[in-house]
């Protein structure tokens, strides 16, 4: 196997569509320039190996011909290094590929780009898939098998030597070596030994940690089962899973196994458990995938066929034959590839958290780092001045970096989070990404999902409003008093429930409608044969479902006929529809059945059985809330077995159907729901609904949690595509008259905000033909309504754009790609941590989104006490060995780890313990340390404790019993001295005042007191420092090299001094927090927002008239092209 370096140019003109993550076009003799997902640049190196005949991008049942077509192999050229590499029959086949982030690119020569290997699979279509039932050659499979690699999800987990000798290349830990050899050189023995100790069981601890995540991750991802596998030449083998490559056609064991690849399902039916990857714990039926007809020309998608693809690392409950077929499946990715190892690679390269606070502290350490060199020249020149010797001025000059720059900085800020994160944890909130917790305390908007979020999960059947004539009949609440007819079947038949060890399990909305029927599921069991009574058919059948037993039957009611369910049309999302094939007893025709969002069912019926009150009865229904769905039928005589219902394709089968009414369910509102919206909307976060479910019940929905007020207006945002003779149009109609009712007279009623609606459809017209016009209509949407799951993810993206910090609350199943893309993912779900968001709640309802918000103000706000103390520690520091330099002497070596360890390091330890408030306010704590609040501090409180250090200073060498220091030595020869004394003192006393000065509560944290353990702390260092102020005896007083004063009135002075310093230090942190600088800012001239959504806002408050109701606006060729 050979190699060469890849090096990467991003030219557009010749990669797939443009530049694309992870793509790139091998140029020689260039720089690196490959982006990877998160536009980042990265080299990789190329690997080349033989490969034998064999197709790479057909699949096995393709012509001989087109498989001599090889676009991932090049071969060797000898002569000259050439861009691109033609394949000829006689020379040798050569396969060119890197590895990135555990995912395999290899040479397309075709597209002349670099692409990841599973493009080989794109572009298959149903019919192929099937195709593969025969299995691969052998050759083919070896051919392979070089090609993809093998199917496993490797996770590196390195030697504890490799990650010691990275940790020990950390800036931070060679900042802290070259400290620890400088302190040595300078005779502070006993604070190196203390720092090299501390680091050293620091470093261990972090590598042991780090080590230990990696194998428990390389556990969760490593899978190896023995799988049967079909081959070409008829014959079955057990292979492991880890010889499996795309095309492989594998049986499933009818008791379940864990799918160690991606693969669509053939034949059979599988109950699937999917919680590792979505956390949802409702198990989901997969079903064989669309074969023949017009199905059989459609290009497999993942997720457009996501209820026939069985996903890596779920795990198969239960598998059902066709009698007596095997349950089969193709292997369509493996490795990294596949869903699993897309999560693992989330978790090993998670997309980077770019926050402005983390940028400003690296800024800020660099202007300390500025003040260091700068307050190095001066020492140098004081102590030239004071002719000490070279050796020693590089030292003191160079010690003077280490104490400026705080080598603690980074793991102090961490303290925060990691105290939030464990105080979440306990109200059964987990985080699997820390950093995003200081997120949280930004977030101005939270998208929630409805069902299952704000409302209850399981919805109750209200009733069914059937026909009559082709006229609606009275709602009848209870479903199971219907008479013998389509409508009943419908109810029982329609859905995907299955049963697992004798129980039914399914959607919920699904087992609530057949629960209120009372009819039963009857399911063959393998080892029983055939269902009895299937004689009745004539064919074979999926299930069965029977009527209740007589007793249970209403009087007047008396059903006696099962009906069996020859196939299942699962629920798409995309489609918004699910449907049936069913067989009667005595009857050779069979009957379809469908139900789903009652305007995609009507648009499937014949006009004629649609009623003419069809909008005005669903709008009746779902303006108070109720989600409706649409229920119709259709004989289909063509279709008489088994066999016949397998080969008939989906488009054909749901068309010109008969409606047959409606299906009322209550969605109950949470109890939490409604003072969950009310306390956000008071605080200034801004909710907006995002679900698939009709536009009227979510705004019903919205109305009723508070999410729009009483008095507050909504407006429909209706889009049109372009037609024949007209372009794209917008229009804004009110709500009142979209549901019939008069426009009221005096507007002056609406007092509150307007609220834009709008579906899916409206949604996808505005961001294709009216990118102008979106990010206004976004700004005031509140509801929206008929939205995919990609939809609701592209929603996120658009919101983010405008610069909002977007927080998504929802199931981990359908909003998955949402709670992934926004800032801040909530997943409501019963697993501990869920890899589909950063934050999985234990309590099913909304109440966790103000405690995340909460927990990250009070995360953020603690971030920024700490880095302000960290920072104003090293300040004091440094002034008080600036001042000690300039009279040839310093603090000694007990001195420094007083400071450093007794005080600072367990004050910044313990300031992290305050708790969040209790209220959530209006006010936003500060994001950006570079930003007038915090430099004002800064600045302010620096020029505080340089003051109060000079006047110590000079009031101590004013006194009468003052003897100066020996200056032609140096520390530590030159200790103890009075200077030393004072400055040690006060200092230690500044420490602890900044300590507490930082420590601010109101408005986003609890009272310092109530930090018990912090306040203990604290007080027993003022009185340590008061005892070491007034009478230091003893031990303490030789060890720390203190001098002896005698005058008791002195020592008095300075603990007034101190207590001046400490009401001075408050009397500015209250200044600035009650808007001195606010005031000083007023002065100036007001800039502009840079947020887009602030300036968008303030626009449109200065437009009363927006939007244009009840006006058409027609998209422009620059709306249109602005997003092309």
Partial sequence: MGAELLRFRTDSSRLLGGPRPGYGTLQRNTEPSCMDRFGQRFTARVQ???????????????????????????????????????LHQEERNVLRYYLFEGLRYVWMERQQAYCRVSALDEGWTCAELHLCRAGLGQQDHSSRRKIYGPNLIEVPVKSYAKLLVEEVLNPFYIFQVLSIVLWVCDAYYYYAACIFLISTISLGLSLYETRKQSTTLRNMARMSISIRVHRADGEEAMVSSAELVPGDCISLPLDGVLVPCDAALLTGECMVNESMLTGESVPVLKTPLPNGGGAAGTIYSPKEHQRHTLFCGTHIIQARSYVGQEVLAVVTRTGFCTAKGD?????????????????????????????????????????????????????????????????????????GSIYAQNRLKKRGIFCISPPRINLCGKIRLVCFDKTGTLTEEGLDVWGVISLEDGRFMPIIHEPRRLPSGPMLHALATCHSITLLQGQPVGDPVDLKMVESTGWR?????????????????GTKVLAMMNPPPEEEQPPDRKHRSPVAILRRFPFSSSLQRMSVLTKHPGDDACWLYIKGAPEVVASLCSTETVPADFSQVLRHYTADGFRVLALACRPLSAVRSFEDALQLTRDAAESSLTFLGFLVMKNVLKLESAPVITLLRNAGVRPVMVTGDNMLTAVNVARSCCMVGPNERVVFVTASPPGRDQPASVKFIPAELSQGEKQPEDAQQWDGRLHLAMNGKSFAVLQEHFADLLPKILVRATVFARMSPEQKTQLVCSLQELDYCVGMCGDGANDCGALKAADVGISLSEAEASVASPFTSCRANIECVPTVIREGRCSLVTSFGVFKYMALYSLVQFVSVLLLYTINTNLSDFQFLFFDLIITTTVAVLMGRTGPARELGVRRPQGALISVPVLGSLLLQTALLITVQVLSYFITVSQSWYVPLNSTVTAPQNLPNYENTVLFCISGFQYLILAVAMSKGYPFREPLYTNVLFLVVLMLLFGLLIWLTLYPLGFPKTLLKLQGIDDLNFKLLLLGIATLNFFAAFVLETALDYGLLGCLRKLRRKKASSKLFKRLEKDLSQQPSWPPLNEPLFATPRMSIAVR
């Fill in 48 to 86: 080349t190996e033989m490969l034998g005949e064999g197709s790479l991008e057909h699949h096995p049942g393709a012509r001989l011909e087109d498989r001599k077509s090889s676009i991932a192999v090049g071969v060797a050229d000898e002569e000259e290094s050439r861009d691109t590499i033609r």
């Fill in 343 to 415: 999560l693992i690679s989330s978790i090993l390269y998670p997309k980077p958290v770019t926050f402005k606070f983390y940028k400003d502290a690296v800024k800020f350490v660099l202007f300390l780092a500025v003040l260091a060199f700068i307050g190095t020249l001066y020492s140098m020149l004081i102590m030239v001045k004071n002719q000490v010797p070279v050796g020693q001025i590089i030292i003191r000059a160079l010690d003077l970096i280490t104490v400026i720059v705080p080598p603690a900085l980074p793991a102090a800020m961490t303290v």
């Fill in 521 to 537: 599921l009857e399911m063959a069991e393998e080892d029983e044969g055939e269902l009895p009574g299937l004689q009745c058919f």
